[in-house]
């Protein structure tokens, strides 16, 4: 059978001699995983449509396939929506990095998801016109655990179920604490600013920028990055190298390890 669709590259791995294979996020099959022919190959005797696999562009895929689930061979790949400068900035391509691992981990073949597609194309637009790396992943991430399934909850207390005073926020419980539950837990816990508890219940896109400091940015980043971790099981490849450009001290302000989430409070 023949797949034709709208896609974003995901993951490239090397095959073969000259080939690779490639995971495509598509509009309307999910997860779609083919074999490039000659595609390391350079010069002459080059792919035309290496270009278009090499970025984060949106491309128009065609390719061959047994079904949706199987791997496919990949016929062509043109440019839709070119993302040229995402790679100028470091940060930005870390973020991406960041953004397309995750969408990795919760792509199923032939299990469509368009408003996911959506969501992640318009974040890598954001990211390609020069938003800010941080408030750009930290705000995508987070609407992204929650359209998958994985969201916290901000309504009640992890405690006490209470409405009141919600100030902390447990990773290892995804779920908002309020003060006097939280008072005994502090170095365990997130503190919540007013704006950072109204950003992670309203989940807006594309984000209010400007409305929270980097600090507080950088706390969001590590509750989505918690909310994935607690999902998945295992630590992103990616999440490391962006923390390391955005500055490391920035993500440990609350003495937080990624590992610390596994302590009781
Ligand atoms: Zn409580």
Redesign the pocket.
């Known amino acids: 059978m023949r797949i034709q669709d709208e896609a974003l590259v995901l993951r490239r791995t090397p095959f073969r001699e000259t080939s690779l294979v490639i995971h495509f996020l598509t509009r309307n099959h999910g997860l779609v995983s083919t074999v490039a022919k000659g595609i390391r190959r350079s010069g002459r005797r080059g792919r035309s449509d290496r270009g278009a696999l090499s970025g984060f562009h949106t491309v128009s895929l065609a390719c061959r396939s047994r079904s949706f689930t199987a791997m496919g061979t990949l016929t062509r790949a043109e440019i839709l929506t070119a993302r040229q400068t995402i790679p100028a900035s470091a940060t930005a391509l870390a973020a991406a990095q960041v953004i397309l691992e995750v969408a990795y981990r919760f792509s199923v073949a032939g299990d469509a998801r368009p408003e996911v597609m959506m969501l992640i194309e318009s974040s890598l637009d954001l990211l390609d016109k020069g938003a800010p790396p941080l408030e750009v992943v930290s705000s995508v991430l987070s609407v992204l655990v929650h359209a998958v399934g994985y969201g916290w909850r901000t309504d ?7 409405e009141d ?2 100030l902390f926020f447990s990773l290892r419980r995804g779920q908002v ?6 008072q005994p837990y502090t170095s365990r816990l997130v503190p919540l600013s007013k704006n950072m508890f109204n950003c992670m219940r309203k989940l807006a896109w594309p984000p209010d920028f400007g409305l929270l400091s980097t600090a507080e940015q950088a706390l969001v980043y590590r509750v989505a990055i918690a909310s994935l971790i607690r999902a998945g099981g295992k630590a992103l490849m990616t999440d490391p190298p962006f923390r390391n450009l955005v500055g490391h001290g920035l993500f440990s302000q609350t003495g937080y390890t990624p590992t610390d989430i596994r302590f009781s409070q």
């Open positions: 009640v207390c992890a405690g006490c179920q209470g005073l919600l604490v309020c003060q006097p539950c939280g």
